[in-house]
């Protein structure tokens, strides 16, 4: 699979968000990444609906939705109906995982679980069969900006080799830190689909950024 590329609009300048998205959509990023956090789950409060009606509005990508918030399943219908097109829940934040994951497909959206840094990757193994998308967090949920977690390579590695073995058709995804640095690494560790906030939004030239991580991410394969 190519490498998906979804910038996280959580370090996009909000004061002219049309023109970020804009640019997203004529470039060759594949997906927007949208953090949505609740100061509960997470040590922040990030943005909401408002921001999703603007989203769904002027993008012209998929909406990649990851809910760092408690009770997700309250809010599912809303997200669909404000454009998501995948949403991701944190298995951390689920008590009935099962029931979110299925309550996300009845609203015609992809279903996706991210882990937390310290969640080992084979708490997922009886709900992979539902997954359309695993996330895995490579810095502790909340903000960006933070440095890459190291022990990501190992835990995405494992996941892969369970996805081998099982032979289901999840994405997966990692976020945080991620950047022309790390991809190819990565990539060849079997991930498919990069988050990157900071990477992409600080530098001189994100659209040329976003090309420099697919070309980096294949690089020697
Ligand atoms: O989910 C997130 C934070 O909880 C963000 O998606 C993530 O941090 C991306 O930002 P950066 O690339 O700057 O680390
Ligand atoms: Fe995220």
Known sequence: MKP??????????????????????????DWFHVDVMDGVFVPNISFGFPVMEVLKKYAKKPLDVHLM???????????????????T???????????TIQLIKQH?????????????????????????????????PGFGGQAFIEQTYSKVRKLNALKSESQYEFIIEVDGGVSDQNINKLYQAGVNAF?????IFKAENPSTLIIKMKESASQNL
């Open 195 to 199: 988050v990157a906030g900071n990477a």
């Open 69 to 87: 918030i408690v009770e997700p399943d309250k809010y599912i219908e809303r997200f669909a109906n404000a454009g998501a097109h995948i949403i």
């Open 108 to 140: 015609g959206c992809k279903a996706g679980v991210a882990i937390n840094p310290h969640t080992p990757v084979d708490l997922l193994a009886d709900i992979l069969q539902d997954l359309d998308l695993v996330l895995i967090m490579s810095v502790n």
């Open 4 to 29: 998906i590329i979804a910038p996280s609009i959580l370090s996009a300048n909000f004061a002219d968000l049309k023109t970020e998205i804009e640019w997203i959509n004529e470039s060759q990023a």
């Open 89 to 99: 829940v944190h298995l951390e934040a689920c008590t009935h995982l099962h029931r």
